[in-house]
């Protein structure tokens, strides 16, 4: 349901970025085949291994992981706006 007509929009992404989310989907799908009954589909993009909502602080230590030691400086953990510069083209 959209707060108003207008809400709708449409956001480019890189094609390297559709190539990494279907390659997600198909693990996805690997993985709610090997759960069966026990995994929750609901919809989510990133999920946890059983389909279940991804704790927000598990995230966070997870991008922590990630992106932390590229850079000189610690990764804050409050919440704040992040901005990238999109190196790709756009669609």
């Known amino acids: 349901m959209l707060?108003?007509?207008?809400?709708?929009?449409?956001?480019?992404?890189?094609?390297?970025l559709i190539d990494e989310l279907l390659k997600h989907q198909k693990q996805q799908?690997?993985?709610?085949?090997?759960?069966g009954e026990e995994y929750h589909d609901q919809d989510f993009i990133?999920?946890?291994?059983n389909g279940t909502e991804q704790v927000p602080g598990?995230?966070?230590r997870l991008m922590k992981r990630l992106i932390s030691p590229q850079f000189a400086f610690p990764l804050q953990?409050?919440?704040m706006l992040l901005t990238?510069?999109?190196?790709?083209?756009?669609?």
């Open 58 to 60: 598990n995230l966070l």
């Open 29 to 35: 799908r690997i993985r709610k085949e090997r759960f």
């Open 77 to 79: 953990t409050k919440p």
């Open 3 to 16: 707060k108003t007509k207008n809400s709708k929009r449409e956001i480019p992404i890189p094609e390297i």
């Open 46 to 49: 990133n999920c946890r291994e």
């Open 84 to 91: 990238v510069t999109n190196p790709f083209p756009l669609k």
